[in-house]
């Protein structure tokens, strides 16, 4: 009888503490539901560079001394007929060159002189077409040499101190490289023109020499009129 009150008291004690547990559980539920939902994080938006300093830059800077980048400035200075016209004349200087070289190579004799004459002629009109477009270029210097001067006018003038000068200066910089690009292509071009002349002047020699009475009146003509237009008669 005693073993059976036992049980009785173990079988309550047990419902007692499933209920209490069934309880606990319920209420923890129901807690996680009435809780509101927490708001998403916003979206991570990284900082705004600072704005860049706005410096004048009168002419794009030198990235390099390549025939392209020389091409590019004087064609930004002088137009794009400009430097189609001095490429074509630039070759005819270097082909004529040539030509002049392989004559001189020859023998030249009276019967030769209209040919020679006429090849010299060739060679002044491709020579002196050759100087007025280098004069365009070294417009294109001076231009590059002028933008160089108002860069340093205005770092000057404004007062600024640190990077914002900085960037004047190598602004500065950039021209001058664009400059000595310019300045070591008329260089080169004259150096051209000069092989040219030089051969020229050895072409109306030869016929002076060469060409019997025909080739010595014309080389007296010729240095007359070179005389008179040095000394502003012509």
């Known amino acids: 009888m005693v073993a059976f009150w036992v049980i009785v008291v173990i079988a309550a004690v047990v419902a007692v503490i499933l209920m209490l547990f069934n ?33 004048p830059v009168p002419v794009a800077t030198a990235s390099g001394r390549t025939p392209q980048r020389v091409r590019a400035l004087l064609q930004q200075q002088l137009g794009q007929a400009f430097v189609e016209e001095q490429e074509r004349v630039r070759l005819r200087v270097l082909e004529q060159e040539r030509k002049v070289a392989a004559r001189l190579a020859r023998a030249q004799s009276l019967r030769d002189f209209e040919e020679l004459k006429a090849l010299h002629a060739e060679s002044r009109q491709a020579a002196d077409h050759a100087y007025r477009l280098m004069d365009q270029a070294r417009t294109a210097e001076n231009q590059l040499w002028s933008s160089i001067k ?27 490289r664009d400059k000595d690009m310019v300045h070591d292509y008329v260089v080169q071009y004259r150096a051209d023109v000069d ?13 002076n020499a060469n060409c019997g009475p025909k080739g010595r009146e014309w080389y007296r003509a010729l240095m007359a009129r070179t005389a008179a237009r040095r000394e502003g008669r012509l």
């Open 23 to 55: 309880l606990a559980e319920g209420s923890s539920k129901s807690s996680i539901r009435s809780a509101p939902p927490k708001p998403p994080l916003p979206a991570w938006t990284p900082p705004r560079p600072p704005a860049p300093l706005r410096v």
């Open 150 to 176: 108002q860069t340093y006018r205005a770092r000057d003038g404004s007062g600024t101190r640190g990077a914002y000068r900085a960037q004047y200066t190598q602004t500065a910089n950039s021209l001058h």
């Open 195 to 207: 092989r040219l002349n030089k051969n020229t002047g050895r072409l109306r020699d030869s016929i």
